[in-house]
């Protein structure tokens, strides 16, 4: 009797938090069926589009905590990048079908680039050569993915290259993986793809469900300050 009345709180209380349009873009006909589901592990909270509006974003922390109280989703890791040892908010993973998190790169030389070709650089401010695919071009800063570090390349293959020199990094986009942030937040992440795995920052520009755009990315990353206990 106890664990039923602990399951119908639960299925209450996530109820009081979903958004209760009955719209059914959920694949339920209404909020309560897709709260029973989520609860049974037959849903997940993504089908819901307006719960990743920022208007939302306090109930779906309470959400995501309601499901972790009854194990449906795990607790949250502490994410540490490997150089630093910072804590990072988050990783940044990429979009679907894709090999690396897009990164917005404003190159210093003014070699005219075109989408399709590959292009070495080094990020400013990193130590590492980076190799990548160049998605767009818009009016001087390029969309990429990253497609190595590639030590030996051979000119006949995809690999011809051109070299560009350091890049600033200007933003990044891809999908959370984590607590999901505001718009507008300053946040710590560890891009999936870095190869040092340092923890970067930036700033939330936008946000569509779990899928964001980081800009003002800086890689000078301060630790918390301490908090300094009365003696």
Avoid at 93 to 118: A, D
Wanted: hydrophobic letters at 40%; aromatic letters at 8%.
């Amino acid at each position: 009797m106890e664990k039923d009345s602990t399951n119908k709180n639960n299925r209450q209380r996530m109820i009081n938090l979903l958004p209760g349009f009955n719209c059914g873009i959920c694949g339920y006909a209404r909020c309560d069926e897709f709260a029973g589901a989520l609860l049974q592990n037959r849903a997940k909270l993504e089908q819901c589009h307006f719960l990743y509006q920022e208007i939302f974003q306090e109930k779906l922390d309470e959400l995501e905590e309601i499901l972790r109280e009854v194990n449906i989703i795990p607790q949250e890791k502490k994410i540490f990048g490997v150089l630093d040892g910072y804590e990072a908010d988050l990783v940044l993973k990429p979009i679907q079908g894709e090999e690396s998190c897009r990164e917005t790169l404003f190159p210093f030389s003014r070699e005219p680039l075109k989408p399709g070709e590959i292009i070495r650089y080094r990020p400013l401010g990193c130590p590492i050569i980076h190799f990548a695919k160049i998605l767009n071009e818009n009016h001087g800063l390029i969309t990429v993915h990253l497609v190595g570090p590639c030590h030996r390349l051979d000119l006949e293959t995809e690999f011809h290259f051109k070299d560009v020199g350091v890049c600033m990094v200007g933003g990044f986009e891809g999908i959370i993986e984590g607590k999901l942030p505001a718009v507008g937040e300053t946040v710590r992440f560890l891009p999936f793809h870095c190869m040092m795995q340092k923890v970067h920052s930036g700033v939330v520009v936008q946000l569509e469900g779990r899928r964001a755009i980081i800009e003002g990315i800086d890689l000078k990353v301060w630790a918390p300050p301490i908090k300094q206990t009365k003696g």
